[in-house]
């Protein structure tokens, strides 16, 4: 049922209007006038306005500005003993889902306020889908205004109209695969398909098919022939998710077709081509394990010719608030709430908490805070435990830190002596390259 703000200077018509939709179950609020309606929408999140457009003082018309302009969740219909053609084309100029005549019947009014809880309920589970289906609340976007990741996605621009194999370094719930999206859809082939391959959701045994399909028969359980991942991108864009946990014994096979396009299916000799774009992605630092022999190093070469990496929430604070904005907008819109704002203590907990699991960690924090919140304010108690208790438990947000956080405040201590590369290395027991990486990872 729904929330009705019925609005008419008639008392005869707005108390049977009133009488009949409590009736029904819905719960109303009424005003006499174009005022006292205004002043009813800032303190109610109705979902419906019932207007008549002949109010005294504010007409209705400008009630139905007003709430396009400042209330575009709630849907209106407008009230009108005018039941010409050019007064209902001016209203829905003005926003107005549909309108009545006067003298109009109960079934008239029920059979609107149905049309519209059936589109509503519908467009909140397209909006819920999307979200269950993984698409980012930020529709596309990698919405920053952080420096460094300004001058990242200028370059991601300039690289996306190339053919050049892009490797995205990061941490988990940086926005890897969002940037290799945007990659692709700036690029020739956005009219492609873009296909992932998450390389730590298959066995080592199956991670080969999945990329290059196989025949009928090639191992237990292939009762059918099978097109692989590359084959499916023919003409898009590759995405290899987290590529350093390709198992060593498949990198060659790899390595052929990141170089000349080429593979065969599981258990099939044909040779096969595709013409497709290479963006891959990691979390783990590649250079490391090809030094440890775990990973090949003319394949991190040959998917290393553009290295892109993303930094950290952390090291990112002027995004923190801009994107839990986005965030807070995009979920109470796919949950059906009308939350306009925060209070100071839900705002110094964002922007004090570490954000281990960086962007996608505090999507998830405001997703449960808008399901939690009943009210338009949100507030600490909303919050996860764990923004909520890193003070209250006796410890400050950096008195627990991840691995990668201690390494950068030691990287950073170090820096700090303003001693040459080589000596910083030596102090810090690493090797001048691996220095130089990391600096670039942590921004140093």
Known sequence: MSNLLVVDDDPHIVRTIEIMLIDDGHQVTTASSGEDALEKLKTNPFDIALVDLQLPGIDGTDVLRVIRDNYPEIQTIIITAYGSIETAVEAMKQGAYDYLTKPFSPDQVRHRLQQIEQITNLQKEVAGLKRRMGTMPY???????????????????????????????????????????????????????????????????????????????????????????????????????EVGEVPL?????????????????????????????????????????????????????????????????????????????????????????????????????????????????????????????PGKILQKKHLPALLINKEENGYSTGAFLSLAELEERHIRNAAGLNLSQEETAKILGIDPSTLWRKSKKYNI
């Open 249 to 373: 014994h498949l990198q060659g096979k790899l390595l052929r077709f990141v170089e000349e396009k080429v593979f065969e299916r599981v258990g099939d000799p044909a040779v096969r081509k595709v013409d497709t774009r290479i963006i891959a992605a990691t979390n783990r630092e590649l250079h490391e394990m090809v030094q440890e022999k775990a990973f090949r190093e003319d394949l991190f070469y040959r998917l290393n010719v553009v290295d892109i990496m993303l930094p950290a929430l952390r090291n990112r604070p002027e995004d923190i608030l801009l994107l839990a904005r986005e965030f807070l907008a995009s979920f109470c819109k796919a949950h059906g709430k009308n939350i306009t704002k925060w209070d100071d203590e839900v705002e110094h907990a964002l922007l004090t908490y570490s954000w281990h699991g960086n962007v996608r960690e505090l999507a998830n924090a405001l997703e449960r805070s808008v399901l939690l919140c």
């Open 139 to 241: 529709h596309g976007k990698f919405v920053t205004q952080n420096p460094l990741t300004l001058q990242i996605l200028e370059m991601t621009h300039n690289v996306a109209s190339t053919e050049a194999t892009v490797l995205i370094n990061g941490e988990s719930g940086t926005g890897k695969t969002l940037l290799a999206k945007l990659i692709h859809e700036s690029s020739h082939r956005s009219s492609g398909p873009f296909v992932t391959v998450d390389c730590t959701s298959f066995q080592e045994s199956l991670l080969e098919s999945e990329l290059f399909g196989h025949k009928k028969g090639a191992f237990t359980g292939a009762i059918a022939d099978k097109i692989g991942k590359v084959e499916t991108a023919d003409g898009g864009t590759l995405f290899l998710d």
